[in-house]
């Protein structure tokens, strides 16, 4: 995203993967005039960039990074001095205001769209090749990949424009106190800041000079740095991983990923439900949220009933339940389906339910546009 408007907010990647659900949280709420218009009105009081220089606890963090790195030349203490506050950042990272509704039918309306399905085609044309060296090697389908690419950058369009060492720095450092979870983010952006620092150092050239969302996501696939490191794949066999310009790399990276969290070659990610309302126990069935626990017999004997191929089954469901704006204010009624664990296998990419929803509908309907 080039404007990260609270309109437009980047999806907050697969930094998710180490328990940022309430920061994905944050990432669903659709446009709300009001949130829109109350950060416009927030004094700007700390906004003035000012740099990392002489805080003490960066300053600290930094030093001690050099020393356990090995890095002699204070490679992470010349960067962290040079890293500038965004206050934009923080802003981006307050929780939603309570009683915020999401709606699926409005985020699916942003990622399955005429322009996006186009690009997605393109994708697939230029990258078939791949795309299936990418499912051999990690029995991850194409659609999938396609989708996730898609949904995240526009296949490359919009890997974001704020500075990694900035935003990095500023999550580490200056993380809002409000937050519900601020201390273990805290840790989580730490850690991602040294192994970007790591990262950049690696791959050379100046880490002022990489660009990623708001919270650090960098390129096609929208990886945080860690992701990088862990499951980043030369796919294009260049000598190098670069997930910012090659989408071959992008492309096998994302497979490993999916098959590093589980992905099951062959298995369903979801499908329909339809309630039994005289047995029906949806307290019980949405307690696990989107964790797969019951099995098929569990899942009809609480009035969750299954149809066709679903009844053969054989690992856990999750009912999945996706709001469709406010009931109470004119909001259509919710949608349910049937999670297996491939549906969650793709929340470990980006923790939220909307965000695999919608990753399937766009992958599946480039999929239908590539075979016809
Ligand atoms: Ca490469």
Redesign the pocket.
């Given at each position: 995203m080039n404007r990260p408007t609270p309109s437009a907010l980047p999806l907050l990647s697969n930094c998710t993967t180490l328990a940022a659900a309430a920061l994905l949280v944050t990432a669903l709420w659709l446009p709300n005039p009001a949130q829109a218009q109350a950060s416009k009105q927030r004094p700007d009081s700390a906004a003035a960039a000012s740099s990392y220089a002489r805080h003490e606890a960066a300053q600290r963090f930094a030093a001690e990074l050099d020393l356990r790195q090995g890095w002699s030349d204070g490679w992470a203490s010349l960067w962290l001095a040079r890293a500038e506050r965004l206050p934009q950042v923080i802003r981006l990272m307050a929780p939603a205001p309570p009683g915020t509704s999401k709606n699926w039918a409005a985020y699916r309306a942003r990622f399955v769209e005429p322009r996006r399905l186009q690009a997605g085609l393109r994708f697939w044309q230029q990258h078939a090749a791949t795309l299936q060296r990418a499912e051999e090697a990690y029995g991850v389908p194409a659609w999938l990949v396609v989708g996730i690419i898609g949904v995240e950058t526009l296949y490359g369009q919009h890997t974001g424009q704020f500075r990694v060492l900035d935003a990095l720095t500023t999550l580490a450092f200056d993380f809002p106190a409000e937050h519900p979870r601020a201390a273990q983010r805290t840790e989580f952006f730490r850690a991602e800041l040294a192994a970007f620092l790591a990262l950049a150092r690696a791959q050379g050239g100046r880490p002022q000079d990489w660009r990623g969302s708001y919270a650090g996501a960098m390129g096609l696939p929208q990886f945080m740095p860690s992701n990088w490191e862990r499951f980043g794949v030369?796919?294009?066999?260049?000598?190098?991983?670069?997930l910012l310009n090659?989408p071959?790399?992008a492309i096998g990276s994302v497979a490993r990923y999916l098959q590093a969290y589980g992905w099951q070659p062959g298995m369903p990610t979801h499908y329909p439900v339809r309630f039994d309302t005289a047995t029906l126990d949806l307290e019980a069935l949405l307690a696990p949220d989107i964790l797969p626990t019951f099995s098929v017999a569990s899942f009809e004997a609480k009035g969750a009933m299954l149809d066709g191929v679903a009844l053969q089954h054989t690992g856990p469901l999750a009912l999945v339940e996706l709001e469709n704006g406010d009931p109470a204010q004119g909001g259509a009624p919710r949608t349910y389906v049937a999670g297996t664990e491939n549906f969650y296998a793709i929340t470990r990419y980006n923790w939220s339910s909307y965000y695999a929803m919608a990753v399937i509908e766009l992958g599946q309907a480039v999929e239908a546009l590539w075979r016809r």
């Open positions: 030369d796919f294009d066999g260049d000598g190098r991983v670069d090659s071959s790399d």
